[in-house]
């Protein structure tokens, strides 16, 4: 029979349904580290008090958030070879544990500002009022008329005016009375007061005709040092739509309030969020960048807060957060620099609203993605901005609908290929964006294909994958010499190693579509990496690299392609992979096992294999109790049943049983592998002349009664064990019965009872 798999893959199952275990391709299992960062940059002087102080934008410290016959074998013509398994897959892991960096889930640390009295009032409506300078620059609002008064007075009409003396100018008066008092109780509660008279009357915005008398009163109230007073004052300047230099000195003071974690709540008491998100969407771009980095960097601060995040999303903050950033992606070119502190404090108060379902569902629905990869083009000189956006990046491809999304963008792979290119030394960039490439690779073969099929995109992921590795042994060697000489090392960069790990899953997953996997497999260079992985690495200290290397060579020697590379170096693979084989490390041991059942195609493999007791360890395996590690081992011994002088061990080891009690145990639900079973002991009796010689008396029985229930359509596919299983699960499990399972086991079925007598044969005359 032809070896089977080797022209056809097992069809894949419906959603739901129970289908043998196949082997897992590599992933970035997302464990959890612990590491501090600094903030993001707001350049030079960012104190609301004075120009020398300089507020950093730290982080807050928190957790970060897988083939046919080479040669003409002397296979009996009734053999049945196959693969071990129906062709490269992923190796299922826990994206959300991943062990290394690259899920950019970084929270962010404020640390406690200075206390001082510094007057703040005398920074707003002043002609010396300090500046941010963006980018290294620095400008006068291009707004006209004074500071604050909203340019030329219009005339009040009597109803205004009325309603101004008698109810707004009590409230002012009273503020300025109690402005040397210090009441800050009270002159909150005025605030709070006089919000809604000016709401009341309309008179928000710039609609209120004495609006600079107003601000005038407000602006002396700024030095208090009450935070609840500073919001409310805060939220009155920007209910009256204050612009330039005022604009910029008030997203100070939110700045400054904003610092301290304590104060988070205010915010949401004071209802803060929408006048905020407002205020960044109706700022101008063009003339207020410096107010947008205060006010962006307080939103930053905010958001890491849960709470405070809650409501941001209920004000639909991402959908403000991709006006702005489409509207900063067409800002004009000499405005560049400038945009990029802007789009620095935007990416990173983003990145802590990523991990929320509903803000995800609108970053795909408002186009944020399409936004961000954008300005991976635009400011791609930009580290800053790159590094945040592909931590936003990490974040979102866990989830299929944001795979979708970045994936549908035609310039998505030329984008990353370019950083990868560009910043390949940048150790906290390639270890992010070669993850975020390993999602997509991981969840589409589409993106597989179009990730290839990029100019040299494979050659980058090789040159990086050359360079870190050297890079590796260079510092492991160093580490060894350290060791050595005083008994203690520096310790071994773990950046390093995350990165070759996320390299190699992007491999293996390129590797599972079949047009880029037959490329792959001729790729010398790569397979020797792969092998210098296993063979220098521990799986005590680099489970994850060994075992990604494994998979991507598993994945790799199911292509039976002239010039396979793995075919090539055969021999080191079969030997390096022993050393894999140990009980203590199951994952190891089946992810070799999955490689032996590709190469035992070839008789030099099965030869070296029984020298070393690889088919008793298969046949210890069979009653493992595990589907995943029975399926495994089935599929090494069906090619080692192919040569005759290695048939003996399976009934020696008891293998005849323990493959009977794995057709009554998985055979119903999983007919696939019962298929395997059938195939192992139709190889097995290749020169049967009788079933009871061949098998025993009591198992040649027991298989040719399991073999008819499991043959009879009723029995087999019994409705009262499927109750309440989907009808797609149902057609796919009568598919697989009947074209993989019914088959082959007619044919043992037939030879069994062909050669089932009361009779014995007579020797061979000589």
Not at 167 to 196: F, G, H, V, W
Not at 399 to 406: G, Y
Not at 660 to 685: K, P
Not at 707 to 722: F, M, N, Q, V
Request: net charge negative; with cysteine; hydrophobic share 35%.
């Amino acid at each position: 029979m032809e070896a089977a798999g080797d022209n056809e893959k097992p069809k894949t199952p419906p959603a739901g349904v129970v289908s043998p275990p196949v082997p897992r391709p590599p992933v970035d299992p997302n464990r959890p580290i612990r590491r501090t960062g600094s903030r993001g940059r707001l350049l030079h002087s960012l104190s609301v008090e004075s120009s020398s102080e300089e507020i950093s934008l730290k982080t807050r410290s928190g957790s970060l958030q897988d083939v046919s016959s080479s040669g003409k074998e002397e296979v009996a013509p009734d053999v049945l070879t196959r693969r071990v398994h129906s062709g490269p897959k992923e190796r299922v892991g826990q994206l959300l544990e991943e062990r290394g960096v690259g899920d950019g889930s970084e929270s962010v640390h404020r640390p406690p500002s200075a206390v001082t009295t510094t007057s703040i009032s005398s920074q707003i409506g002043s002609d010396n009022e300090l500046r941010v300078k963006s980018g290294g620059s620095s400008r006068r609002p291009s707004s006209g008329g004074k500071p604050g008064s909203g340019g030329k007075r219009e005339e009040e009409t009597p109803a205004e005016s009325q309603f101004f003396n008698k109810n707004i100018a009590p409230i002012l008066e009273q503020m300025a009375a109690l402005r040397k008092e210090k009441d800050a109780t009270e002159l909150s509660n005025l605030c709070s007061m006089l919000y809604c008279t000016l709401e009341q009357g309309n008179m928000l915005g710039r609609a209120c005709k004495r609006r600079s008398a107003i601000l005038k009163t407000i602006f002396k109230l700024l030095d208090s040092e009450s935070p609840v007073l500073r919001v409310r004052l805060a939220k009155l300047i920007l209910g009256l739509k204050i612009t330039g230099n005022n604009l910029t000195s008030v997203c100070k003071l939110i700045f400054k309030i904003s610092r301290e974690e304590s104060n988070d709540m205010l915010f949401i008491e004071e209802e803060m969020i929408a006048p905020l998100l407002d205020t960044m969407c109706t700022t101008d771009l063009s003339t207020s960048q410096d107010a947008l980095v205060y006010l962006l960097g307080a939103l930053k601060f905010l958001s890491g807060n849960t709470t405070v995040g809650q409501h941001l999303t209920r004000h639909r903050a991402v959908e403000a957060y991709g006006k702005l950033l489409k509207a900063i992606n067409t800002a004009t070119a000499d405005s560049k620099e400038k945009m990029g502190n802007v789009l620095v404090q935007l990416t990173a108060g983003l990145r802590n609203l990523v991990d929320n379902e509903e803000n995800r569902e609108d970053m795909v629905s408002s186009h944020v993605i399409e936004e961000m990869e954008r300005s991976t083009q635009l400011y791609s000189a930009d580290s800053e901005v790159v590094h945040n956006i592909i931590r936003i990046f990490s974040k979102v491809t866990l989830h299929s609908d944001c795979c979708n999304a970045l994936n549908s963008i035609p310039s998505t792979y030329k984008s990353f290929l370019y950083l990868l290119n560009q910043y390949i030394q940048k150790q906290d960039l390639i270890v992010r964006l070669t993850f975020v490439i390993g999602n997509l690779t991981a969840k589409s073969d589409d993106a597989r294909l179009r990730f290839f099929q990029e100019e040299n995109a494979f050659k980058t992921i090789l040159n990086i994958f050359k360079t870190y590795l050297e890079l590796d042994m260079k510092s492991f060697s160093k580490h060894k010499e350290e060791v050595k000489e005083s008994g203690t090392g520096s310790k071994h960069p773990d950046t390093v190693e995350d990165i070759m790990i996320k390299v190699v899953r992007v491999i293996a997953n390129l590797s599972i579509n079949e047009e880029v996997g037959k490329q792959l497999a001729t790729n010398e260079k790569c397979v020797e990496w792969l092998l210098h992985i296993i063979d220098t690495k521990d799986m005590s200290t680099s489970e994850e690299l060994v075992l990604n290397s494994v998979a991507t060579i598993n994945n790799l020697s199911f292509y039976h392609v002239p010039g396979s590379a793995v075919v090539k170096k055969q021999q080191q693979v079969t030997e390096s992979f022993l050393k894999l084989l140990n009980v203590q490390h199951m994952e190891g041991f089946v992810e070799a096992s999955r490689v032996y059942g590709n190469l035992t195609r070839h008789k030099a493999v099965r030869d070296f294999l029984a020298a070393n007791k690889v088919p008793e360890m298969m046949v210890a395996l069979l009653d493992s109790g595990s589907r995943e590690v029975v399926y495994t081992a089935c599929g090494v011994l069906i090619n080692l049943m192919a040569d005759e002088n290695k048939r003996h061990i399976l009934k020696e080891e008891g293998g005849i049983s323990k493959l009977i009690d794995v057709l009554r145990d998985f055979g119903r639900s999983d007919w696939q592998l019962g298929s395997m079973v059938c195939q192992i002991l139709w190889n097995y009796s290749a020169r049967i002349t009788s079933s009871t010689d061949c098998y025993g008396e009591k198992e040649a029985q027991e298989l040719a009664d399991l073999l008819i229930d499991y043959l009879d359509e009723e029995t087999a596919l019994d409705s009262s064990d499927t109750a309440g299983v989907e009808e797609a699960m149902l057609a796919f499990l009568r598919d697989v019965w009947e074209e993989e399972f019914c088959p082959v086991a007619n044919k043992l079925l037939n030879r069994i009872e062909s050669h089932q007598s009361d009779f014995e044969p007579l020797p061979v005359p000589s």
